[in-house]
């Protein structure tokens, strides 16, 4: 089946969250992660179907979804999951904010690594736990990646949980075996809850990486492991507000399940299922669709990967480039660029205002005018 990315819908002058940012400006925007594109027509044929039936009342995951589930992580990651390890959210930020209530008490620290998606340097604060940042470093071949040492010496006696997100956004890391290894048993040796933020895991674009979930790595350990997945970012389905936690501890599921009760709301049904029809059926377009995002991170490097006082850091994995713009002497690139008609994410948001993150999960065309603009924009100074 052909699925065409270059006639994406129009979504001026709708409910967009992310074209309304710049409503009545003749600003591209480039920033919030959704994509363009339509979702796959057999997400959206299923959602007819169910709304046919004409019943929107409250809803349960079923066996059919857990089972699409389970199917699509083996198939994909290598990942034998169990149905009943499955809990189902309003989304993955909720599933955050349920590990920093589980972890610990008031008082006690959340780790994570900036730069990284905002969400995690403020989803400790609400809880009553205390925000410990140790950044990622670059390594001589520029490569982000933990920085061990640092860890081991910011870990402290209140420390109770680790954030970690891989896929990396927003620096498009795709984390090997190895690097993984050496901070799960940094987080063994300390006794740390880990909560993984998989999201962007079937939007790996390097072909010579492949995602390795965060609980396969140290199997011992998957007692004190929450990984949390939705399809909303691969199929574009984020206003479902449907995910899930994968835990294969049952008393960790419990107190999950139980923190989550009363607090957040059920899973709106048709979050449901789009959610089955996008992992039991969604699997030719998401391979269509990484082939064009590789089309555009090609695009983005042919026309950027030159420029002076651009620094364009390889993307890995998601539709986010990762841009160190601090050489161009700007003050206010987010600014620059929004008056040149390009609306981006600033890196201050992520925890490193040096950067820029552009979204290029668009049309090649739409994409093809953002970095135009942005280019006669430093042509012009």
Same mark, same amino acid.
């Given at each position: %089946? ?32 959704? %994509? ?25 995951p079923g066996a059919a979804l857990n089972e699409a589930v389970c199917a699509a992580l083996q198939r994909d990651h290598g990942w034998a999951v169990e149905p009943d390890w499955l809990v189902w959210l309003p989304g993955v930020v909720p599933g955050m904010a349920a590990c920093c209530r589980i ?38 071949? #520029? ?47 300390? /006794? ?36 949390? %997945? ?18 294969? /501890? ?44 590789? #089309? ?24 986010? &480039? ?38 290029? &999960?668009?049309?090649?065309? %739409? ?12 042509? &012009?100074?």
């Amino acid at each position: %089946m052909h699925y065409d990315f270059d006639q994406p819908p129009e979504r001026r002058d709708t409910d967009s969250f992310k074209w309304a940012r710049y409503a009545g400006r003749d600003v591209l925007p480039m920033w919030v992660a959704d %994509m363009e594109f339509a979702a796959p027509p057999e997400v959206l044929n299923a959602l007819r179907r169910r709304l046919d039936h004409g019943v929107l009342g409250y809803a349960q995951p079923g066996a059919a979804l857990n089972e699409a589930v389970c199917a699509a992580l083996q198939r994909d990651h290598g990942w034998a999951v169990e149905p009943d390890w499955l809990v189902w959210l309003p989304g993955v930020v909720p599933g955050m904010a349920a590990c920093c209530r589980i972890a610990g008490e008031a008082g006690d620290e959340v780790l994570t690594s900036p730069p990284i998606y905002h969400h995690f340097l403020h989803i400790a604060q609400p809880a009553g736990r205390s925000l410990l940042s140790v950044p990622l470093r670059r390594d001589q071949s #520029g490569e982000y990646g933990f920085d061990l040492d640092a860890l081991r010496a910011a870990i402290g006696p209140r420390t109770r949980l680790l954030l970690l997100c891989n896929p990396h956004n927003p620096v498009g890391r795709v984390y090997r075996r190895e690097e993984l290894r050496a901070l799960l048993e940094l987080c063994a040796e300390h /006794d740390l809850l880990i909560c993984s933020d998989e999201i962007h895991c079937d939007l790996v674009l390097d072909q010579r990486a492949r995602h390795l979930p965060s609980a396969l790595v140290l199997p011992e350990y998957a007692g004190r492991m929450i990984t949390l %997945m939705a399809a909303s970012k691969t199929y574009n389905l984020a206003g479902m507000n449907c995910a899930f936690a994968v835990i294969a /501890d049952a008393r960790l599921r419990r107190r999950v399940r139980e923190t989550c009760k009363g607090v957040l709301p059920m899973i709106n049904a048709l979050g449901l299922v789009a959610s089955e029809a996008a992992y039991r059926d969604g699997e030719p377009w998401r391979r269509a669709l990484l082939d064009y995002l590789r #089309g555009n991170r090609a695009l983005i490097e042919a026309e950027l990967g030159g420029v002076a006082g651009i620094e364009l850091l390889p993307t890995e994995a998601t539709y986010l &480039a990762w841009l160190k713009v601090d050489s161009l002497g700007i003050d206010d690139p987010v600014g620059f660029f929004e008056r040149a008609g390009v609306g981006l994410s600033g890196g201050a948001q992520f925890g490193d205002g040096d950067y820029l993150r552009l979204n290029f &999960a668009c049309s090649r065309g %739409m994409l093809g005018e953002a970095l135009g603009r942005m280019r006669r924009a430093l042509d &012009a100074g």
